[in-house]
């Protein structure tokens, strides 16, 4: 794709394995492993997978908060992999990162107006301290937020309100790219749609691309322009929103979307689709397709080799025997 | 409503948390009847109560500095709400058990699994040890633990996060109790494991005959297991009714809002915004004198910031805690 802001060609990320003797292991667990795609400048892609699958490894590493093993991370066709320190600092304002606990992310001891001062200190050491506080009060307003909280500390807002500050934050320099990791997830939901509404808002103000990397499929579903869906460190399937969830190709993605608890009470009966068997472990692979201990279509094809992506019609799927 | 055998009875309920700003009121006169072979769903976002109801049911709300300051919680005919501290213990566990949350911090480190799945059976009927061994590892076969002979001996960290909620709805349903407190129960799991687990549940309560209080802040999972729902805020019940009518015609604005925040899954996205909740939940230490929903209600008017309505019948069984539920919440 030409219009890509971030591709990610053949990404591994691997991290040493817990356990073994004292805990020396020398084994490594690939959290992410082999993983291609493309975000397009402008759109919204979500990333989605249940715990352990490597989507928050694969949201850092595209930042480059964690060094990858293998395979490029290309920003405007640009290898952060690559990239020498203070190129990749000065790389780094144009990306930014939503993270999902905002009790955690903001530091307790400091002001919402420090808070807010850090990135220009570190970016654009320049400004005064009366420009900066200016700007702190713009992205403030921009949260909608009140300017007079400048002077707060993180305990005296609630949850979606820190939140709101954590979005300021990470666009204080004006970034292109913006990754958001579970961001809403520790909201309730009257609070959560508040919140997601702000950051759809900003990306049509700024032009902004996300990465939204999460659980909630419903959120998804109404939110996003493509979504991945992975499996133990594998993007099992790739596609438009739309089509992805009216005809998913992959079974794990028809799985996963049928899992959903629906609202309406009236359709409880319908039948239902339950994936047999518990999470696999990322240590313990098996030989073909790792998705093939749960498959209800397995094959023995499926239990011997591993599945290539392949494409067809704008959509990607890892499977031998796609459905649809 | 015919709905069978009230297992439980709360009336009135009211627990207080004594804090630095004075007397909270986490649960406010809070009303609630449980049926034999029920879902009973008590729903809301965080700090409506709900939690708080269940401890206060379970007679495990931390004292001082909290306690149930007023009310009745009628179980069989005896009110727990003024049993003692022992006579609660041989009640809990027996006929009256819980799930919680997170099943890491409710489990025993130290101790097997089957161990603790098989203990409520020698602590509350005396069975011996190796009856009850062999009633545990039923029980965890009929949980859906593979090799229960083998995961016996296992210890909880041993267990992935499924198998050990699993684990917890083994122990809680061993005795076989007439009433199960579930806390967000599949919260802290995947949604394939959610799935597995709320269908295990299901099947067991049916099987059972359980009546099951379940805590809850996802209308998913209250649309696909719930029978009664009652859906609190800020320490209040504002609406009650059967699972069917509440989702179709929800009568307070609160129930409302909530409904239109949740996409559903099933249907093409909107692509527009998503509706919200302006606001946020009031604190307890400064709630608003009249309904307590006010401050956020699209419709509220004078009356509705100076006095609290109260629950309004708009149908059978269907009630409502606004003074427009007679015009279905709306002007």
Known sequence: MSDALVSVRHLTVSFRAEGGFFGRSHRRVRAVDDVSLDVEEGSIFALVGESGCGKTTLGRALLRLLPPDSGEVLFRGKDLARMAPEELRRQRRRMQIVFQDPYASLNPRMRIRDTLAEPFWTHEPHLSPREVEVRGRELLRLVGLRGEVLGHFPHQFSGGQRQRIGIARALALHPEFVVCDEAVSALDVSIQAQVLNLLVDLREKFSLTYLFITHNLAVVRHLADRVGVMFLGRVMEVGPTEELFSTPLHPYTKFLIGAVPLPDPRRRDRERLLLQGDVLSPTDLPPGCRFAPRCPYARDRCREEEPRMSEREGRKVACHYPLA | ?331
């Open chain 2, 1 to 331: 409503m015919d709905r069978g055998n009230a297992v439980l009875q709360v009336r009135n309920l009211r627990t207080e948390f004594a804090t630095r700003r004075g007397i909270v009121p986490a649960v406010d006169g809070v009303s609630f009847e449980v049926f034999e072979g029920k879902v009973t769903g008590l729903v809301g976002e965080s700090g409506c109560g709900k939690s708080v109801t269940a401890l206060s049911i379970l007679g495990l709300v931390t004292s001082p500095p909290g306690r149930v300051a007023r009310g009745e919680i009628l179980f069989e005919g005896r009110d727990l709400a003024r049993m003692t501290p022992r006579e609660m213990g041989a009640f809990r566990g027996r006929d009256l058990s819980m799930i919680f949350q997170e099943p890491m911090t409710s489990l025993n480190p130290v101790k097997t699994v089957g161990n603790q799945v098989g203990e409520p059976l020698r602590v509350h009927l005396g069975l011996s040890a190796r009856e009850a061994r062999r009633r545990a590892e039923e029980m965890l076969d009929l949980v859906g633990i593979p090799e229960p002979q083998l995961r016996y001996g296992a210890f909880p960290h041993q267990l992935s996060g499924g198998l050990r909620q699993r684990v917890m709805i083994a122990m809680a349903l061993i005795c076989s109790p007439k009433l199960l407190v579930a806390d967000e129960p599949t919260t802290a799991l995947d949604v394939t494991i959610q799935a597995q687990v709320l269908d295990l549940m299901m099947g067991l309560k049916n099987r059972l005959g359980t009546a099951i209080v379940l805590i809850t802040h996802d209308l998913g999972v209250v649309a696909e297991t719930c029978d009664d729902v009652y859906v609190m805020y800020a320490g209040h019940i504002v609406e009650q009714g059967d699972v069917y009518r509440l989702f179709e015609r929800p009568g307070h604005p609160y129930t409302q809002g909530l409904l239109r925040c949740v996409p559903d899954a099933s249907k093409p996205g909107r692509r527009g915004p998503l509706a919200s909740i302006e606001g946020a939940v009031p604190l307890l230490t400064a709630l608003p004198p009249g309904c307590r929903f006010a401050p956020r209600c699209p419709w509220a008017q004078e009356l509705c910031h100076r006095q609290i309505p109260d629950l309004v019948a708009v149908g059978e069984g269907h009630l409502v805690r606004c003074w427009r539920a007679e015009e279905g919440g709306k002007p």
